[in-house]
């Protein structure tokens, strides 16, 4: 029954992000409870879809991590830069929009591109990849983006922070490829289906806990949600458009992955003045982000996804 149920889910997994997105909304108090638990949320998200993928597809051949060392590079490091020099001359760098931009296009791919780019029927496994390396690279990258910011304050927070997600990256990856090597009945399509299913549900949950924000401030503020909803709308279907036209859409987890990033990781080690805003904006970004399989679908085409 519960194999039946997770099967279930699977095949209507897009549905279940938009489920965790309204309760995200209509439950602040869940909300707020679940906030404090993202952090192993996240963890189990990344066991789950190393679990499915498997060592060899999400590694790759030497080509294939060249080419997502590069990709990396020019999503966290070129794109930034580049934004910061554009906000730069038109002397709006200091304002709070300009610093979540640039945070945003500084910042790794989220967990759940491997999974959204599978709800779409398209590989994972370049996903899990750009997670993998644009992670590992980011104390790296991160670098130039707050020298170009010095409003962010201390870069050995933000290094820090990346060092704590790159080990927990490490170990849920790590721990997901070696289950699916000492279970080989993981790998048949039924369990294939049902651990979709349990990824759906943990990425439903996940945006129940990153809506925390928004629900307080549309009671207080309807019209600064909307701005703030809009430029994160713009800033992530943006991304992925622009990518997908400049790639051909030849790699549709690159283009997922170019508007979908870890922002929420730097808010440790910005100034406490600077955090309400940037909250909204993490909080009015789960909207894009979860509702990439739908609004994308059309665009990335692909097979009929399971999850």
């Not at 200091?94 to 931009?101: H, I, V």
């Not at 927070?157 to 993981?186: D, N, Q």
Request: net charge positive; proline share 7%; charged share 10%.
């Amino acid at each position: 029954m519960v194999m039946a149920a997770l099967m279930w889910t699977a095949r209507h997994g897009r549905l279940a992000l938009v489920a965790g997105l309204l309760a995200g909304l209509a439950l602040p108090g869940l909300a707020q409870v679940l906030r404090d638990w993202l952090a192993p949320m996240v963890a189990l998200l990344l066991f789950l879809t190393a679990l499915r993928i498997g060592a060899r597809a999400a590694t790759g051949s030497l080509a294939q991590a060249r080419g997502a060392l590069g990709a990396s590079l020019v999503l966290q490091l070129g794109l930034p830069l580049a934004a910061a020099g554009v906000l730069a001359a038109l002397g709006v760098l200091q304002t709070p929009l300009a610093l979540a931009l640039v945070l945003m296009l500084a910042a790794p791919p989220v967990a759940g591109v491997p999974s959204f780019t599978l709800m779409m029927g398209h590989d994972p496994a370049p996903g899990l990849r750009l997670l993998i390396v644009g992670t590992a690279l980011l104390p790296l990258t991160v670098l130039p983006v707050l020298w170009v910011l010095p409003a962010l304050g201390s870069a050995g927070g933000v290094l820090a922070a990346a060092g704590r997600l790159l080990l927990v990256i490490a170990g849920a990856t790590a721990a997901g490829f070696a289950l699916r090597r000492a279970l080989p009945r993981l790998r048949t399509p039924r369990a294939t289906e049902a651990l979709d299913g349990l990824t759906a549900l943990a990425l439903a949950v996940i945006v129940i806990g990153l809506m925390s924000a928004v629900t307080p401030a549309l009671a207080d503020d309807p019209l600064r949600v909307l701005w703030w909803l809009c430029a994160a709308v713009v800033a992530n279907l943006g991304l992925q458009l622009l990518a997908h036209m400049a790639t051909g859409g030849r790699v549709v987890a690159l283009s997922v992955a170019a508007g979908n990033r870890s922002i929420a990781l730097f808010l440790v080690a910005l100034p406490p003045e600077m955090m309400a805003p940037l909250l909204l904006f993490i909080g009015c970004y789960q909207l894009p982000m979860f509702l990439t399989p739908f609004v994308m679908k059309r665009l990335y085409g692909g097979r009929r996804a399971t999850a």
